[in-house]
């Protein structure tokens, strides 16, 4: 699904783009295009597959009215922690002690993306909650009475 479908939903509709040279392709990725974690190993790699795709894409692309963006979220509180970890209990957990991001604000940054000026690329977004860094163990800073070493 996140690699073969997207390429054939793109199929289905980038000549057409191309042929009145306009449009806007925009693929959902995941932070897990950049940063990999133990335990997805499969869902990781079909997310890196998911760059390359979208980076040749626009490559090919470039020359056309056709623009090609990739929305990278980090952590958002759906159904994905459910269907990985297999029960509520394990999947709330996930989102204890800390505010991820929700559907609403990913596509809040989908919006903003399609609605720039046509000469306006973003290439790609990547959309982190503020309680999250690479820099930590999981990604996910959870507030603690530590203060920064500023």
């Given at each position: 699904t996140n690699v073969i479908g997207l390429m054939a939903m793109?199929?289905?509709?980038?000549?057409?783009?191309r042929a009145r040279d306009h449009g806007h392709i925009i693929n959902i990725a995941?932070?897990?295009?950049?940063y990999t974690y133990p335990g997805g190993t499969v869902y990781c790699a079909s997310k890196f597959a998911v760059q390359g795709f979208t980076e040749s894409l626009r490559q090919?692309?470039?020359?056309?009215?056709?623009?090609?963006?990739?929305v990278s979220p980090a952590a958002v509180n759906t159904e994905f922690s459910l269907?990985?970890?297999g029960q509520k209990e394990k999947a709330d957990k996930v989102y204890e002690g800390w505010t991820p991001l929700f559907a609403d604000?990913?596509?809040d940054n989908i919006l903003?993306?399609?609605t720039r000026p046509k000469h306006v690329a973003i290439g790609e977004m990547i959309v982190w909650s503020t309680n999250q860094s690479p820099g930590f163990a999981g990604g996910i800073a959870k507030k603690t009475d530590k203060k920064n070493e500023l």
């Open positions: 793109t199929k289905v509709f980038v000549e057409d783009m995941s932070i897990s295009s950049h090919e692309l470039v020359s056309s009215g056709v623009r090609v963006t990739q269907v990985r970890l604000d990913i596509a903003y993306v399609a």
